[in-house]
């Protein structure tokens, strides 16, 4: 799996977009890009994923670059609640025969300010 | 629909004893992932059970081990515990090996004296 590179920390104020973004130079052409948080003593959570055209959900949006080497999350409206470290996965399609390993980093730490 | 379910949330041992941990998927999810979290280590993947079957392994020692039950329930265990195995160890479960969206139970946190 590609190795990805993440900032250790950001701080976003309450009701702004926080734009959390994650290197991926060694990506391979059939990698995916999973974003993945966990807030505080909680297991983590699926937010999105990605090969090359940008994605959005409820949650959030990603955004790749065309040369998919590094990739943003975005989360539009950040509250309170989203304050969590934020991790960048970079990994074959998650399938019956590539299994469900996850290979997490230390990911963001993404503080979100009243 | 009921989330993934970890017993006990909170354990403590002492070295050299043995510890087994509970892990119930969210029903009709078959594939139950083990992973352990550590300061120093971060998330680690331990290993993973479908149809009760090992079919993939993390790189950790012969002390660790696991198993699933029919009902895909499963169990890790934890022999000749070190002071280093304390961690919280995380189940995640998917409907099948590599489901899109991994689903996490809240960890046991377990501590050895």
């Known amino acids: 799996d590609a190795k990805t590179t993440q900032p250790p920390s950001m701080d976003c104020a309450e009701g702004r977009a926080a734009n959390l973004p994650c290197n991926h130079s060694t990506i391979s052409g059939n990698e995916y890009v999973y974003w993945y948080r966990q807030i505080h003593s909680q297991g983590p959570q699926y937010i999105i994923h990605g090969l090359k055209n940008n994605e959005t959900n409820e949650m959030a949006s990603l955004i790749i670059t065309e040369d998919r080497k590094s990739s943003t999350l975005i989360l539009p409206h950040a509250t309170l609640r989203d304050t969590a470290v934020y991790y960048c996965?970079?990994?074959?399609?998650?399938?019956?025969?590539?299994?469900?390993?996850?290979?997490f980093g230390e990911g963001t730490q993404l503080t979100v300010n009243p | 629909k009921a989330g993934v379910t970890q017993t006990p949330r909170y354990l403590i041992k002492t070295r050299g004893q043995q510890v087994t941990l509970s892990c119930s998927p969210i029903?009709?999810?078959?594939?139950v992932s083990w992973y352990q979290q550590t300061p120093g280590q971060g998330l680690q993947f331990l290993f993973e059970y479908f149809s009760e079957t090992q079919r993939n392994k993390g790189n950790f020692p012969g002390r660790f081990s696991g198993r699933q039950f029919s009902n895909s329930r499963s169990e890790m265990n934890v022999s000749t515990l070190e002071l280093g195995d304390s961690a919280l160890y995380l189940c995640?479960?998917?409907?099948?090996?590599?489901?899109?969206?991994?689903?996490f139970g809240p960890g046991t946190r377990l501590t050895v004296l």
């Open positions: 029903s009709g999810h078959r594939s």
């Open positions: 996965i970079v990994r074959v399609l998650l399938g019956e025969t590539s299994g469900s390993r996850l290979t």
């Open positions: 995640a479960s998917s409907p099948i090996p590599g489901g899109r969206e991994q689903f």
